[in-house]
C-alpha cells in the first residue's frame, strides 16, 4: 500500500486532483467529508460542537451551519482550537477505519486541506501539494462559492503560506494554467510515479541509479528533499525502535556542488543488526525502505586504507528519488568521516572547487558508478588528511549523537 498526502490551500483546485486521482484508481479518503460525517446530526460530535459554540452554529433542520462556525473559528485562534480538540479525534479514528478498508496494493490518497499546517507529512510515503496564487484563489472563492471578498481573504490567510508548502511538497501541482493542463500533471503522477511506488514498496523492489555515471548541476531542493526523507525514515524507524540519530550527507549536503541525483543519508546506531530484527523490519518495509543482502563494510583511507568497518545499506523504493541510507554503529570512524567530509566541503571554496573539478574531469572519461567511485580514491586519501588537518584547526566535533 502507497500512502499519498495530497493538500493545498483553499481554492487551489485539490479536489479537482483527488477526484482525477480516483477516476485513476487511487482509494482516496476525504478528510472534508470525514469531518461532516463525525458532525452529521444526532452524532455525539455535533453535540459537543453545540455546547461549546451554542445553537447559533446549528441550522433550523438541526445540522450544523458551517459557514456560521466558519465566521467563529476563522477568526479566533482560541475558538479554532477548542474546535480541533473535538473533532481530530473523531477524524483520526474514522480515517483510520476507512484507510484498514484498502486493498494491500491500493495508492490511499488522503486529501487533507491542513496537511501542513498539522506537519503530517512523515507519516505518508509521498506528499503532493496543489497550487494556485493567492488572487486566483480569492477569485474562486468569491465566484464560485459565494463567499466575501473578506472571508476568503480571511480563510486563506489562516492556513500555511506558499513557502511553507513547498517544503513539505515532494510533488508541486501547478493549477495556475487551465483544468487539461492539471489533467495531465495528475495523469503523469500516476503513471510514472506513484504506480511504480506503490508495486516497488509491495514487493521491496529499490530505486537504483543507473550504473552510467550522470552528473548533474547542483538543485537547491536537494537539502529539502533530504530533511524530508529524514523526518519520513524517523516516523517509520518509530519511537520504540533503537535510538538512531539521521543526517544528511554527500556531495548533495554540499551547496553548489554536482552530483549524481541520488540522496545520501547516513544512520548511526549502536549495533547494525537491529536491522535484521523483525520488528525493525516491518518497520521498515512498510514505510519503503529496502535492506540491501549483505555484509556491506566501509574501507579506510589513507594512514588507514587497510581497514574494514561494519556498515549496512537501505535503499529507497521511490522511483522519483533514488536514496541511499547508510547505516553505520556508533562510533564508526567511517560515521564520523561522512560528516567531516560534508563539513569540511561546506567550509572551504578551495577544497569544493577541487573537488567538482574531479568530478568534472571523471565524467569526461565516461565511466560507470563503479569505476568511478575507485577513480576518486586516490583524491580521497589526500582530501582526509587535509580535512583532518581542519578539524583540528577548528576544534571540529561531528553532530551530537555520532561519536
Known amino acids: 500500500m ?54 447559533a452554529v446549528i441550522d433550523s433542520d438541526g445540522a450544523l451551519d458551517r459557514p ?11 475558538a479554532r482550537a477548542d474546535l480541533e480538540a473535538i473533532t481530530h479525534p473523531l477524524i483520526e479514528r474514522r480515517t483510520a477505519d476507512l484507510v484498514a478498508m484498502a486493498g494491500p496494493d491500493d495508492v490511499v490518497v488522503h486529501d487533507v486541506p491542513l496537511l501542513v499546517e498539522k506537519r503530517m507529512g512523515p507519516a505518508y510515503h509521498l506528499v503532493v501539494v496543489v497550487h494556485a496564487p493567492e488572487q486566483e484563489r480569492r477569485r474562486r472563492l ?8 473578506e472571508s476568503a481573504r480571511s480563510r486563506i490567510r489562516s492556513q500555511a503560506g506558499d513557502a511553507a508548502r513547498r517544503r513539505a ?4 501541482l501547478d493549477n495556475t494554467a487551465t483544468e487539461e493542463s492539471l489533467t495531465e500533471q495528475v495523469d503523469r503522477l500516476w503513471d510514472e510515479r506513484l504506480v511504480p511506488y506503490e508495486r516497488n514498496v509491495r514487493l521491496r523492489t529499490p530505486s537504483r541509479q543507473p550504473e552510467h555515471l550522470t552528473l548533474v548541476p547542483a538543485d537547491p531542493h536537494w537539502p529539502a528533499r ?80 587497510a581497514a574494514q568497518w561494519r556498515t549496512a ?18 562510533g564508526s570512524p567511517a560515521a564520523r568521516r561522512a560528516l567531516l567530509f560534508r563539513d569540511w566541503m561546506k567550509a572551504s571554496v578551495e577544497a569544493r572547487a577541487e573537488y567538482a573539478a574531479l568530478k568534472d574531469e571523471l565524467q569526461q572519461r565516461h565511466l560507470d558508478v563503479t569505476s568511478y567511485a575507485r577513480a576518486r580514491e586516490p ?17 571540529w566535533e561531528p553532530d551530537a549523537g555520532y561519536s
Not at 68 to 76: H, K, N, P, S, T
Not at 143 to 148: C, I, L, N, P, V
Open 2 to 55: 502507497l500512502r499519498v498526502g495530497l493538500s493545498g490551500g483553499i481554492g487551489s483546485g485539490k479536489s479537482t486532483v483527488a477526484s482525477r486521482l480516483a477516476a485513476r484508481g487511487a482509494f482516496v479518503v476525504d478528510s472534508d467529508r470525514v469531518a461532516r460525517e463525525v458532525l452529521a446530526p444526532g452524532t455525539p460530535g455535533l453535540a459537543r460542537v453545540r455546547d461549546r459554540f451554542g445553537s
Open 68 to 78: 456560521a462556525l466558519g465566521e467563529v473559528v476563522f477568526a479566533d485562534e482560541s
Open 142 to 149: 468569491t465566484a464560485e462559492r459565494g463567499m466575501s471578498p
Open 169 to 172: 511538497a515532494d510533488v508541486w
Open 226 to 305: 533530504a530533511a524530508r526523507l529524514i523526518a519520513r525514515l524517523q516516523h517509520a524507524w518509530g519511537v520504540d525502535a533503537p535510538e538512531a540519530d539521521i543526517a544528511h550527507i554527500g556531495s548533495t549536503a554540499i551547496e553548489g556542488m554536482p552530483a549524481t541525483d541520488v540522496i545520501d543519508l547516513q544512520m548511526v546506531v549502536a549495533d547494525v543488526g537491529c536491522l535484521h530484527e523483525p520488528a525493525t523490519r516491518a518497520r521498515l518495509d512498510a514505510g519503503g525502505w529496502v535492506l540491501e543482502p549483505g555484509p556491506w563494510w566501509d574501507e579506510g583511507h589513507g594512514d588507514d586504507a
Open 313 to 330: 545499506m537501505v535503499l529507497g523504493t521511490d522511483p522519483g528519488q533514488v536514496v541511499h541510507l547508510h547505516v553505520r554503529p556508533r
Open 379 to 395: 583524491w580521497f586519501a589526500a582530501a582526509f588528511t587535509r580535512a583532518e588537518a581542519w578539524a583540528e584547526r577548528t576544534l
